[in-house]
């Protein structure tokens, strides 16, 4: 299972940092991430952290610099730390971890007002 936290209403230029973590897994985890998903748009990856082998990471170009994907190496917990918020970044944001397959943790509202 995904728990995923941290979203809220924040204004243009402000910061959310956003949590996931991956409790009872019996399976090795590959990667974790998020995707994100704006009202009427299709779901888009949004960042990407490898587990294993280099730690490759990996962002969609609107958001690169300003978003950072992170990990607690005590445990399966990502986080993404989101800077210099923009309106275009509203959306439900959705971790997930691949394993044999990918889990999803349930959204987290991201507003941002302008």
């Known amino acids: 299972q995904l728990q995923a936290s941290g979203g809220g209403l924040v204004q243009a230029g402000g910061s959310l940092r956003l949590s996931c973590v991956a409790t009872e897994s019996t399976f090795i985890i590959n990667a974790m991430g998020w995707y994100r998903q704006a009202p009427d748009q299709a779901r888009e990856l949004v960042a990407t952290?490898?587990?294993?082998?280099?730690?490759?990471?990996k962002y969609r170009d609107s958001v690169k610099g300003r978003f950072t994907i992170s990990r607690d190496n005590a445990g399966n917990t990502v986080y993404l730390q989101m800077n210099s918020l923009k309106p275009e970044d509203t959306a439900v944001y959705y971790c997930?971890?691949?394993?044999?397959?990918?889990?999803w943790g349930k959204g987290t509202l991201v507003t941002v007002s302008s």
């Open positions: 952290l490898a587990f294993g082998g280099d730690g490759r990471i």
């Open positions: 997930f971890a691949q394993t044999h397959q990918t889990t």
